[in-house]
């Protein structure tokens, strides 16, 4: 056995057509995780760029300011979902849904949706990030390596002599495409290993991306060892696997996106900030009243504190702006809710299409796919809260705030994976 390894990679490492997808694929791999890693840095850098605008911005604005209301309005406070030590693998939907925010006391259905209308949901293929390059590219570099191992034999008439001179007989091209797929898998590997290095990733992490790694290009290896034995002709094996691999990279997630989208479908972000403003404007012309009730039905105790005296009034203003979020509320739920099931559902395509089943590990294992966003979402909405119920009372009360008060402003503190 040792032996016929000897030389099947000595053979392998002659060939110039293997020695090109090797230098592909170690391309390919190493530009995957720049990108990857240039994408989750320039993040970084924009969060950090924002604390300071945003805290020199606070202290401009709240200079020489006592009313809360005017505070309030002016005042910006930053929200993000910090990247993990994995991102840089898997972008997902940091590249697809907002992941920062900078919000103010108004309606915040408004500020979380006004930069995401399309809702755009699972990806079909993706941005060149590492899980791209795994899921997508990977199985095209390996048919491109074993498409052809015996049907070059047999063409040079040299089939029959090798398998007779070997102990292992015909078995001896499957050593063939073992060591030839190690070779790739190196080249494939060896950034990774430099990537995780410099990121420090844990043991856990390593250990699961790797695994992922070995199990698509064993998948592929296999899907190719059996079609070429069962088509002895490359060409016709050569189209077969593409046909396959364009079954179930492209074919099955779009098919199943269709159908998972049209059996669960959901409202969107422009509904939802549309449904806002409209509340929020139509409050203008409503009598204040209308408003306060409304909104005492939902904080009642500051129900004493509800009547509105003059035609201008901070806390019948917040009042509105909340009354807005709450008009909205629903197809927000609604919209929360069916991304999940939407999400849940696609699990199940996942198992017809290495390609999303990998793109999906990935990202859970990143810490971007669609649940994370909604863990953020809901981060941002709790701070969001905090905020109202720092402020109402100064509101309602008609208290003027000191410096006191305000170094008691919430802090936005990321959720947790």
């Not at 940091?94 to 949706?113: F, Y």
């Not at 069962?230 to 997630?253: F, M, Q, R």
């Not at 939407?342 to 793109?359: C, G, K, N, Q, T």
């Amino acid at each position: 056995m040792l032996h016929e390894l000897r030389r099947e990679l000595n053979h392998a490492l002659k060939e110039p057509a293997l020695r090109w997808l090797v230098l592909i694929a170690f391309s390919l791999s190493t530009i995957a995780l720049l990108i990857g890693a240039l994408t989750i840095s320039h993040q970084k850098d924009m969060v950090l760029r924002l604390e300071a605008a945003v805290t020199a911005e606070r202290l401009l604005t709240i200079k020489d300011k006592t009313d809360p209301g005017d505070i309030a309005y002016n005042l910006f406070h930053l929200t993000f979902d910090p990247p993990t030590d994995l991102a840089f693998m898997a972008l997902g939907q940091r590249n697809e849904r907002p992941w920062l925010h900078r919000l103010r006391m108004l309606a915040l259905e408004g500020q979380i949706h006004e930069t995401n209308d399309s809702n755009p949901e699972i990806l079909i293929l993706g941005q060149l990030d590492f899980t791209f390059f795994l899921s997508v590219l990977v199985p095209l570099i390996i048919i491109s390596l074993l498409f052809d191992i015996e049907g070059r034999e047999r063409r040079e008439g040299r089939y029959e002599l090798i398998c007779a001179a070997s102990p292992l007989g015909s078995r001896v091209f499957h050593i063939r495409a073992a060591v030839k797929s190690l070779l790739l898998t190196a080249a494939i590997i060896l950034p990774f290993i430099a990537a995780a290095i410099s990121n420090n990733l844990t043991i856990l992490a390593f250990l699961s991306v790797l695994g992922l790694i070995f199990f698509q290009i064993v998948l592929w290896v296999i899907f190719c060892r059996i079609v070429t034995c069962i088509i002895p002709e490359a060409v016709t094996a050569a189209l077969s696997l593409v046909t396959l691999w364009l079954l179930l990279t492209v074919l099955t997630p779009i098919i199943g996106k269709t159908a998972v989208e049209n059996s669960l479908p959901v409202p969107n972000g422009g509904t939802i900030l549309l449904t806002q403003r409209e509340t929020v404007n139509a409050a203008w012309d409503l009598p204040k009243e209308t408003t306060m009730d409304a909104f005492i039905h939902i904080y009642p105790e500051w129900k004493a504190q509800a009547t509105i005296n003059r035609p201008f009034e901070w806390k019948w203003y917040y009042a509105f702006q909340e009354m807005g979020d709450q008009a909205a509320q629903p197809k927000s739920w609604a919209l929360y809710q069916g991304m999940t099931d939407r999400h849940e559902a696609m699990a199940l395509v996942a198992l017809l299409s290495p390609a999303l089943f990998i793109e999906r590990a990935m990202t859970e294992l990143a810490g971007t796919d669609v649940l994370q966003h909604l863990r953020y979402v809901r981060c941002a909405r709790a701070f969001h809260a905090d905020l109202r119920h720092f402020y109402y009372p100064y509101l309602f009360n008609e208290k003027a705030m000191s410096e006191n008060d305000l170094a008691q402003l919430p802090e936005f503190e990321p959720c947790a994976i």
